[in-house]
């Protein structure tokens, strides 16, 4: 079974503008959660989608947003780039099968984003 | 804030010995336990999950969960060089949460 995809792998914007992840769960997984890795701030959680619906929220800005289709893929975008949106974005997917003590998620290889 | 505690490291261990993570949370809510290892420029990589108190046994991993204590750790036997990594623990949040709460992660080194 294949693993999480995300493409672009690697990425330079530069401020100001506006960019777009996107992430490929494992066949048959339901949730999508995106996390941003930085050497400062460690692994943050962004958001998690599940059913093409925003469940959970973490504590980014407005200039984060993401959405998740029909066939359970996800898209993150980040307007407005600033220096510090460089970072590793890390998409991760579980089945969330309604038993949340045995939830699991399993990670993509990331996009490198540098805002130059 | 919910917080996950990690000692950063280097853990340094010889080849062969046993490695000791250890990993403490703040949030007594918190339902299951994660150890992700993670490579220099890689993504993280699930080891184990647990969520019942006592010990998870998987190879040479064995996870421990005492939630009184609040404190869950790692154990890796015959620790290898390719063990070589950033440990990270990460908590979930609570229940019908996929959000993970994650340490800052403790580098292990296991010289040859």
């Known amino acids: 079974k294949a693993g999480v995809t995300q493409t672009p792998r690697y990425l330079i914007k530069t401020r100001g503008q506006q960019v777009t992840l996107s992430c490929s769960p494992i066949?048959?997984?339901?949730?999508v959660s995106w996390y941003q890795q930085t050497p400062g701030q460690g692994l943050q959680f962004l958001f998690e989608?599940?059913?093409?619906?925003?469940?959970n929220k973490g504590n980014f800005p407005g200039r984060f947003s993401g959405r998740q289709f029909s066939n359970s893929r996800s898209e993150m975008n980040v307007s407005t780039l600033e220096l510090g949106d460089s970072a590793l974005y890390l998409c991760?997917?579980?089945?969330?099968?309604?038993?949340?003590?045995?939830?699991?998620?399993?990670f993509g290889p990331g996009t490198r984003l540098l805002v130059l | 804030q919910k917080e996950v505690e990690q000692n950063s490291g280097p853990l340094s261990v010889p080849e062969g010995a046993i490695a000791s993570l250890n990993c403490t949370y703040s949030?007594?809510?918190?339902?299951?336990f994660f150890w992700y290892r993670q490579y220099s420029g890689k993504s993280p990589e699930l080891i184990m999950f647990?969520?019942?108190?006592g010990d998870k046994e998987d190879g040479r991993f064995t996870a421990q969960l005492n939630k009184a204590s609040q404190y869950v750790s790692l154990l890796i036997r015959d620790s290898q060089p390719s063990d070589s990594a950033t440990y990270l623990c990460?908590?979930?949040?609570?229940?019908?949460?996929?959000?993970?709460?994650f340490g800052t992660g403790t580098r292990l080194l296991v010289s040859p």
């Open positions: 066949s048959g997984h339901r949730s």
């Open positions: 949030d007594r809510g918190s339902q299951s």
């Open positions: 989608y599940f059913s093409e619906t925003q469940r």
């Open positions: 990460a908590v979930n949040e609570g229940p019908g949460f996929q959000k993970l709460v």
């Open positions: 991760a997917s579980s089945l969330s099968t309604g038993a949340p003590r045995q939830e699991t998620q399993y």
């Open positions: 647990i969520y019942s108190n």
